[in-house]
Every structure is written in C-alpha cells, then in structure tokens.
C-alpha cells in the first residue's frame, strides 16, 4: 500500500516551509561540534532541507549551492548586493538539483501520490527548469550559458573583491527582471545543463513545457556542435572552451563522455541530423562500441557528472553495444569509490549493474550517508578524529564537508573548517561586558554585550588601512589604541568614526600595545626590536609625545617585551625576551638593562613565554622544556622569581646538585609532565595551556593540575586569554571562542566563530540529499515505508549495525 510522502501537504508544496521552519533552520550563534537533528526519518529530512532551499537558496529558481547567511537572522540576499552566493556554480548545481526535482516528480506520479503532491512537483520542476533555461536566455545570444545570475545591477561580491571571474559579469534582462550573470564558459556548466534538462525532458515536460526543454537542449548543445566543438565566450575577455579538452582523439575519458552524453541527450530530445552526425562522429573517433575496460584516474567532479550523464542514457539509449560500453565507463569509475558511500554514485551505478559484486556492503554504506545527513547544513568546524576503518566513511554529520555534492572526498575528512585562532583580546576596564578580538587576518572585533550572542560582534577596524595586530583598552570604553602593520593607532570613538595615527617614529615592526593599567594616560607600544613609552600630558594630549625605554639593550635581537606595573605605583618593571635571554630594567629616570640568569642552557629548551603576577611586578615564572618529549624525564621545568630576575628557582645550579645527590628524577616529578605551550598568573594560582591544546590549573602548588576542558566543542585550546580586568578567561579553539568565569567549572561559547572573511556563516542547501534521495525511491533502493521510519528503525531496516558501519 502506498504511503503518501509528506512533503507535499494539502497546504500546498511551495509553503510547506512555513511549517518546518523552526525546525529546518539552524540558529547561528552557538555552534555545536556536530549537528544533532540528523537523527529524523528520511522523509522529514527531505522536507525540512528543501523548506530550506526555497527560503535560502533560491534566485527566481536558481540554486545557489553555499550562501552567507546574515547571523542576525535576516533573509538571505539573492541581488547583486549579496555579501557572498556562489551563483558562479549555480547553473550546475540547478542541474544537478533539476535531476533531483524530475524524480521526485516521476516518483510521485507512478506510485499513486495524491494528484495535489504531484501537480506541485510538477511546478517545482518546472520552476527550476525556467532557471536553468534563463542562464541561457539572459545571455542575449542563443545556446550561450551564463554560469548564474543575480536580481539587479551593479557589481557582485566577486566583482568587488577582484575575484578570478570579475570580468566574466555582465548586464542581462530576462522575464522583466534586470540581472547580473557570469558568463565565463565551462564545460561543466555545459554537460550539467544538458544532462538536467534532459532528465526534465524525459521524465517531467508536457505540452509546452517539452517544447521549451527541446528548444533549450537544441540551442545548448548546438552552441558547440556548430562551432567545431567549441564554446564561445561572451567576448573576448577569454578565450574559446574545447568541450573535449586536452584529447588524443581516440581514449576516451570523463570529458569526452560528456560531449557523447550531451550529443545523445539533444538528440533524443530534437531528432536533428546534425546530433546524430556528432553522436556518431565521437563514438567513432573514440571507439566506444568496442570498449573492453575503462581507466580513468579519480577525480569527483567529472565523476559526479559521468554517473548522472550515464544515468540519464540508460534509459534513452536502446544500442545494445553501446549499452555495455556505457556499462564498462560505470565499472571503470565505481572501482574508486565502492568503499566511500557516495549516494548518488551508488544508487546509479547498481541501477546500472544490478548484478555487480560488492552491493549488500555498498548499500550500507550509502543509505548510512543519507541516515546521517544533517538538516543544518551550517559549513562550521568539525573535528572527528574517529579512526577510519577499513575506508568506512565518516557519517556525514561528522564529516568536514564544503561542497555541495559531497564528491571532493570530504566523506573522509574528519577536520575541517576550523575558526581562525585570536591573536589578541582586551577587555574594557570601563565595562566588563565589552571586549574586542583580533582576528589574524587583521580585522578588530568588538561586542558590547560579553558575546552572548553572534550578531553582538561588530567589526570596527574597517578605517584602518593596515592588519590589526594587537589592541587594548583606555580607561574609557571608547578609547582604543592598536598596533598595525603600518603603525600604532588611537581611536576616541571605539573606532566607529576613524584612528589617529600615533606621532611615533619607531623602528622594527609593531607587534603589541598596552595602556598602563594604573596610569590610563601611559601607552606602551612595541615593536620587535624596541619599546616604547607615551608621556603622560594628559587624556587631551594621549600618546602624542615618546619616550624610548629600549636603549642599552644589545642590538640584532627580536625581543617579546612584557610592562609590568603595580597598584602602588611605586615600580613599573619591564622585561625584554629573546629566547632564554631575558633582560630586566625598572622605571625611573634613567633605565638601565641588565641580563638575568635564567634557563638550563643545554639542558633544556627555554619556552618564549613569560607569566607575571598582576598583583607583583617581580614575581615571573619562566618555562623550561627539559628531557626529550615522552620520556620519563620529560618535563616543563618552571622557574620562578620574586626579585625581579635576581634568582631564579629550579635553576641549572639546583637541579645539577640535585643529579649529584641522587634526588634529580624526584626534584622533576614536581613539574608538570605536560610540554606546557604557555602560563598564566591567575586570581588562585596558575593557568596552563599544553602543547596538546589542554587548559589546566594550579592552585598553590605547581605539583597538581587540574584539566578545565568541559564545555568545549573541539577539546583543544590554542590560545587562552587572562585579561586584567573583569571575571572571565577566554579560550580560542578550533570551534570559535569561548569563555568562563574564573569559579566557573564549565566553559561556554563567545559565539565568535573567525571563518571565511571576517565572522561570517556560510550554509550549503543540500540539494545533493535531494538528488540522491529521489533516485533512491525510484530506482527501488529505498522502499516508500522505510522512508518514514525513526532512525533508529530506519537503521535496523538498511543493516547498519555495529559490525557494518563502526559509527
């Protein structure tokens, strides 16, 4: 008995998504490290993405494959002043979802679906249909294919970033809408376009509609087949595309068996002569009837498109011999990718060869990648770190995937899309729920509210016409002071209108900034090489005189410099770092440096980092590395110092006493056996980040240490931060930044995940589920009951146990 696919309620196809939404859409402040609503019947995983699709990704039908979705939850912009859609792959990606659309519409219609379910897949088909079939006519010139399109004039985002296609955009105008296409050729837009619509021609068009599809196919593929078997562009701008590309004339391979397809596919649908005659023409030149074997090395994208053109002609190709041929191609390929669980090459190639060896272990693993496809498609960091094995997939929840069709052999890509790592961070004395982050790539982020949420962040370093490569806090919330590759800036107006530049001639390059936290009028700037101090005339007058403070230190070195004030005022110290050099001067009319002793010299690798107690100026702890990594001597020796850098403990003098007196190996079993990446002072004691990424605390003793890791997506921490004011640590990790409070036992997301340019999210839409889904239900590899199963019922039904799939 059949049961009716929900996805098409009486409601009415097209606002279906109304009613899924909650569901469907992601939020897009906290992010989690996998998704976890891919637990769901195959059947409301396919409602829920393709609501999404029609929200998300939808230009007038056309499909953008990976959007920017505004975090404040603002709709996605389809014009030409969209931050970022990749329109220049749309026309593919319609296809290909095109393809997806006709089956749903085939699938429906034949296994007795109420008429409504199948007259509103018929719209959606023809609805993408029209898009694809608009990149041609908006190009103003007949057969040529624009790549994609936006609503309305003007540059897009790749015309205003001077991206590789920036001179391929031109003005069109179709169906009374003004648009803005890409026209760059590819013979991959030309071989999806024609297998789409083909599949469209085949299984969806009647009456007018079928007229439009065999007029659309005729004009594409003549476009080439008229011009020697070349594609014209636009205009001069590149040159002609050879459909068959670099060829002996005589191996077949992936690119030549799209032009046969294509040839085929415009045959069947025109009956003209001159297809025939190119049909015949390739299958002649490349021997196709007598192929015995196919080698092709692996390659997903020409793959993905092979299986979907072979698909296609193994319905409207009736030869015999060329039949098996098309059969040989399908072997040839599947020998990559058999153990990968790639639906869509899966699904087609055992509809292909039903027969052929391996199924019941292949099904599995393909089903398995439906059964884990999540529903948020959110493009954000993962880190699996599962073992592979026997080349069983990752789920797909798991996987670091990037592209649309899963075929660049993401499935087996644990780590992925990791957020960049902050250089720095500063926390306002004024309010402590305002901080800003320096994101490596050189943008300042500012949030007002603690980062609780991922719209509070807001970029305030777009005046600035260098990378941002520290900043810090005055004493006012508004007053900002940071250090770019081009110089030391001050804004008055937490950046909003404009930076004043410091009058400071410096030499090196800069590389940190700090206000005295005791005298808000002092700036300190650093370069490699030297330090600086501002006088103090006063907050009208900041930072507009200097004073060097690094004369007397010996030349040649690059130095880490660290300012180390107190509340009384009485004595600033200022430490200078050149790996186990460390050089000491304290305030005062006339500052002289003198070396401090420290490090085990060839007994040990000194780290270049330097903790120093905010509340004592002379107390510093320097690390050691000493023994080779995972030995039992292995050790991060700390030294310490409450003089300012007169004596050091544990130092070489000590533990070589301790060697002769036979207590060497007990002196180092009180230093943590961890390679400590980095530490810091903190209110009860010592914070440690490892070289393994754990953050662990000490308090008192240096002896105990105590793992503070939950709460993390991505257990591991690059960077900690420990700022002067206020009550919260931050971490970055892969997964973003997080933070917690000094007492608190869990850490808890900043919602500042650094990806792409700035902090943006990017989404995919998942139209490969759709393709792969209905094919599924057509070719009777998924039967219409299973589809509505709970997963976990869903999972005994396709065998995906233990055993099968370890995941």
């Not at 439009?212 to 004009?219: M, P, Q, S, V």
Request: neutral net charge; aromatic residues 12%; hydrophobic residues 35%.
């Amino acid at each position: 008995m059949f049961v009716s696919h929900d996805a098409f309620s009486k409601c009415g196809y097209r606002w279906a998504w109304i009613l899924s939404l909650s569901a469907s859409i992601g939020t897009f402040g906290q992010l989690k490290a996998f998704d976890v609503g891919w637990r769901k019947p195959l059947s409301t995983k396919e409602r829920e993405i393709e609501a999404n699709i029609l929200q998300r990704h939808n230009i007038l039908g056309l499909y953008p494959s990976m959007v920017e979705v505004p975090i404040d939850g603002s709709s996605v912009d389809i014009t030409t002043s969209a931050p970022f859609s990749d329109a220049v792959h749309a026309v593919a990606w319609t296809s290909h979802y095109l393809a997806g659309a006709s089956y749903r519409y085939a699938w429906l219609r034949q296994s007795g679906a109420d008429q409504a379910s199948v007259d509103q897949a018929k719209l959606r088909a023809d609805e993408i249909f029209e898009a694809v079939y608009r990149c041609q006519r908006v190009t103003g010139r007949r057969g040529l294919l624009a790549r994609g399109y936006f609503i309305g004039s003007g540059p897009t985002f790749d015309e205003r970033r001077g991206a590789s296609h920036r001179d391929d955009w031109h003005q069109g105008e179709a169906d009374g809408y003004a648009l803005r296409f890409c026209a760059g050729p590819s013979h991959h837009i030309y071989s999806a376009a024609a297998m789409g619509m083909g599949q469209y021609y085949d299984l969806v068009a009647e009456g007018l509609q079928k007229e439009r599809a065999r007029e659309a196919i005729d004009a594409l593929v003549s476009y080439w087949v008229d011009n020697d078997y070349k594609i014209e562009g636009y205009d001069d701008a590149r040159p002609p595309v050879p459909i068959l590309g670099l060829t002996d004339g005589q191996t077949l391979n992936t690119r030549v068996m799209m032009a046969i397809s294509a040839c085929k596919i415009a045959l069947h649908a025109t009956g003209k002569a001159k297809f025939k005659e190119a049909y015949e023409d390739l299958l002649s030149r490349y021997q196709v009837r007598a192929l015995k074997s196919f080698r092709v090395g692996k390659g997903y994208d020409d793959a993905h498109h092979v299986f979907a053109h072979l698909d296609l002609l193994n319905r409207i190709e009736t030869e015999e011999p060329l039949r098996q041929a098309y059969g040989v191609v399908a072997d040839g390929l599947w020998q990559h990718y058999q153990n990968e669980g790639h639906s869509h090459f899966t699904y087609i190639y055992y509809k292909l060869r039903p027969n052929a060896p391996g199924k019941d272990k292949a099904m599995r693993l393909a089903h398995h990648t439906l059964a884990t496809w999540p529903t948020d498609m959110t493009i954000q960091p993962i880190m699996s770190d599962l073992p592979l094995d026997g080349g069983t997939p990752y789920p797909v929840y798991a996987t670091g995937w990037d592209n649309e069709f899963i075929w660049k052999g993401d499935l087996n890509r644990p780590n992925a899309h990791h957020s960049r790592i902050a250089k720095g961070l500063a926390v306002s004395p004024q309010s402590p729920n305002v901080a800003m982050v320096v994101d490596p790539s050189g943008h300042l982020y500012l949030t007002h509210d603690q980062g609780r949420s991922a719209s509070g962040w807001k970029c305030v370093s777009d005046l600035l016409k260098s990378p941002v490569k520290a900043a810090a806090f005055g004493k006012r919330t508004r007053i900002m002071a940071v250090a770019c590759e081009d110089g030391f800036y001050l804004s008055e107006t937490a950046g909003h209108e404009g930076w004043f530049r410091l009058p400071l001639e410096y030499e090196g390059v800069p590389e940190a900034v700090l206000f005295d936290p005791y005298d808000s009028n002092v700036i300190y700037a650093m370069t490699g090489h030297h330090l600086y101090q501002s006088i103090d005339h006063g907050e009208d007058r900041l930072g507009r005189a200097w004073n060097e403070l690094s004369q007397g230190l010996p030349k040649g070195f690059n130095y880490r410099f660290h300012v180390a004030t107190s509340k009384s005022k009485d004595l600033t110290y200022f430490y200078a770092q050149a790996g186990s050099d460390l050089y000491v001067a304290t305030s005062g009319k006339d500052i002289r440096w003198k070396r401090s002793k420290l490090g085990l010299g060839e007994y040990g690798e000194s780290k270049h980092w330097l903790a120093i107690d905010p509340h004592d100026p002379r107390h510093v702890m320097f690390g050691v590395q000493f023994g080779a990594p995972g030995t039992l001597l292995s050790r991060t020796v700390l030294q310490q110092t409450r003089d300012g850098g007169e004596s050091w403990s544990a130092n070489q003098e000590e533990l070589t006493k301790a060697y002769y007196q036979g207590g060497l190996l007990i002196r180092l079993m009180r230093f943590p056996s961890e390679d400590l990446r980095e530490c810091y002072f903190d209110h009860e004691g010592l914070l440690a980040v490892t070289e393994s990424g754990q953050v662990l605390r000490s308090k008192g003793e240096v002896t105990q240490w105590t793992p503070i890791m939950d709460g993390l997506d991505i257990p591991r921490v690059d960077r900690l931060f420990v700022p002067h004011y206020g009550d919260l640590l931050f971490a970055s990790t892969p997964a973003g930044m997080y933070q917690k409070r000094r007492d608190a036992l869990q850490w808890e997301p900043s919602h500042l995940v650094m990806q792409w340019r700035r902090h943006e999210r990017r989404e995919l839409g998942g139209a490969a589920f759709i393709t792969a889904y209905w094919r599924a239900l057509y070719f009777g590899h998924i039967d219409s009951e299973t589809i509505h199963l709970p997963y976990e019922e869903a999972k005994e039904r396709f065998g995906l146990t233990s055993k099968t799939v370890p995941w």
